[in-house]
């Protein structure tokens, strides 16, 4: 289903990456906390990026673990910095794949 790790980046993956900025920080829609400038956080099986298709938008915050610049309070946890409480609260890769693909009207 997915390519592989040096997947060429077609338009179609363009197109893509430009409605995820389009949607925001999945994260942050989940908190109700609005648009928040995403990066585009690609998914991994065992430490290897699984293709351009599998790809889901976090804001730097919840991707890395950056704070806003501003100060503004961020919520809930950090992929980068608590792994496993990120899981816990907004879901499994799937799982969120799953979602943002149906809000981008792909599944």
């Known amino acids: ?8 980046i077609t338009a ?11 949607m925001g920080c999945v994260a942050c829609l989940m908190e109700g906390d609005g648009y928040r400038e995403p990066d585009v956080h690609h998914l991994l099986a065992g430490g290897v990026r699984i293709g351009h298709d599998a790809t889901i938008p976090l804001c730097p915050w919840h991707h890395r673990g950056v704070p806003a610049q501003n100060g503004e309070l961020l919520h809930g946890p950090s992929l980068a910095e608590r792994p496993r409480s990120f899981v816990v609260k907004y879901g499994r890769d799937r799982e969120l794949l799953d979602y943002v693909n149906r809000r981008l009207g792909l599944l």
């Open 12 to 22: 179609q993956h363009r197109a893509r990456f430009r409605m995820l900025q389009d």
């Open 1 to 8: 289903m997915f390519g592989i790790s040096k997947q060429r």
